[in-house]
């Protein structure tokens, strides 16, 4: 049977103090709302999103998917409500989502679809869970059979219901007929005055359609109100990333302080030391070696090579099969061919490096002239001498030697050596010991 989605997306997130719609908040370097897309697609043919007012950034991060404006505010049944239109005539059932659940995977959601659609005749499936601390969540109260017979928010709970462990996640799925019927029955009588989404689980039940709970983990469940909900999405989230990482043949030495992008690619037999961030866009080939306090980011680092410690890598870089990039390197938009070296205390941007040469200690590309970005070339097995500056454009040819200290505005040839420094004056007798015995003289 085909299946649909209602996503909700129109949530401010008050309590992040944030001018970024909540479901635009970042996880693992990706926004929440993109986590649970990519969980969904494989699974729904559809996907209508449900936006506030003005959340532009939001409606581009979810296209092509459709989208529907929440004007007004007033509940998870209202903001629901709003997508119905696009999905009232769909032959299949209609999940509804939350934003804030990054978490959430893609089998969990097939459970669902599948227990709703299911040989037992089901009318109403829903996600439940029992967490540690129940908190505020909503209660799922069930019958003597076990089936749910309604759903009580916390605000309107007895200290009974309050008592029970099973919590409404939110996420439900019905037939897009009933669904759409039961959303525009819900009504606002409660302590806040809003339209609830679990209302429709009253009325199934008043249709006589049975309701059921499917239970879930709490870490995939979990949702993010505030900025330290947030950081404990992340925190989950990382811990599945490293999990994956490790099992895919990958050595962290200090998990805990590995933070991984959603989208880092690991090879096997990578070895991680402590305190490395990935930011969104980077692969790791076989055999890589990652030292302690490393920053990667857009780049691509080829088997064998050996990268920090205290390396940053930004995007658009490429290091080369057995290249080493050193302590205190910064690397942007460069291309290192195999072999090639740069160990120590050096920028270089916007620049390609042929296979095996060095670059000494303190090299930097000098790539911007205050309005434009140049690039500069060093070829195949050249050797760039200590605290050299290379003013791109530039091109240092194959086997070409820049001796150390210069500052370089003209190509090198093949096989040339290029000094451009001025030359060194030295005065006898001018040194310290000359100037104390000068002192004594006054």
Not at 57 to 72: D, F, S
Not at 297 to 309: D, L, N, Q, T, W
């Amino acid at each position: 049977m085909p299946a649909a989605a209602i996503i909700l997306a129109a949530g401010l997130g008050t309590r992040m103090r944030s001018a970024l719609p909540k479901a635009m908040h970042p996880v693992a370097g990706r926004p929440m709302i993109n986590h649970l897309l990519a969980a969904c697609e494989p699974v729904f043919e559809r996907i209508v999103v449900v936006v506030g007012p003005g959340m532009l950034t939001l409606e581009r991060a979810v296209a092509p998917h459709a989208t529907v404006v929440q004007a007004e505010r007033l509940g998870t049944g209202h903001a629901a409500r709003q997508a119905a239109p696009l999905l009232r005539d769909f032959p299949g059932d209609v999940a509804v989502l939350y934003a804030d659940n990054p978490l959430i995977e893609t089998p969990t959601i097939e459970r669902l679809v599948r227990r709703r659609a299911g040989p037992e005749g089901v009318g109403l499936a829903l996600l439940a869970m029992r967490p540690q601390d129940p908190g505020r969540y909503g209660r799922v109260l069930q019958d003597a059979a076990g089936d749910v017979a309604r759903i009580v928010e916390w605000a309107d709970a007895s200290e009974a219901e309050r008592a029970v462990g099973l919590c409404n996640a939110g996420v439900v799925c019905a037939p897009a007929g009933d669904l759409c019927r039961w959303l525009d029955a819900i009504g606002n009588d409660n302590a806040k005055g809003e339209y609830y989404l679990t209302d429709i689980v009253g009325l199934a039940v008043a249709d006589g359609r049975r309701v059921v709970a499917e239970e879930a983990a709490e870490a995939e469940l979990a949702g993010a109100n505030s900025r330290a909900e947030l950081a404990g999405l992340e925190a989950g989230m990382q811990a599945r990333l490293r999990a994956a990482a490790m099992a895919g043949g990958a050595t962290l030495t200090a998990p805990e302080t590995v933070f991984l992008a959603w989208d880092t690619r690991l090879g096997q037999d990578v070895s991680i030391g402590p305190n490395v961030v990935f930011g969104p866009g980077v692969t790791v080939e076989d055999g890589v070696e990652i030292r302690a306090f490393s920053h990667l980011e857009g780049c691509v680092v080829r088997s064998g090579a050996i990268i920090g410690p205290f390396a940053r890598l930004r995007p658009g870089t490429e290091v080369g099969s057995a290249a080493h990039v050193g302590n205190f390197v910064e690397l942007k938009a460069a291309s290192l061919a195999e072999g090639a070296k740069v160990n120590h205390l050096s920028y270089l941007g916007d620049v390609t490096v042929g296979a095996h040469s060095n670059i000494g200690a303190g090299t930097i590309t000098c790539n911007y002239d205050g309005m434009n970005k140049h690039r500069t070339t060093i070829g195949t097995g050249a050797f760039i001498g200590s605290d050299t500056a290379l003013v791109a454009p530039v091109r240092v040819g194959d086997r070409a030697l820049v001796a150390a200290g210069s500052v370089i505005t003209e190509d090198v040839p093949d096989d040339a050596l290029a000094i451009a420094r001025g030359r060194q004056a030295t005065k006898a007798g001018r040194g310290f010991r000359g100037k104390q015995a000068g002192g004594r003289k006054a």
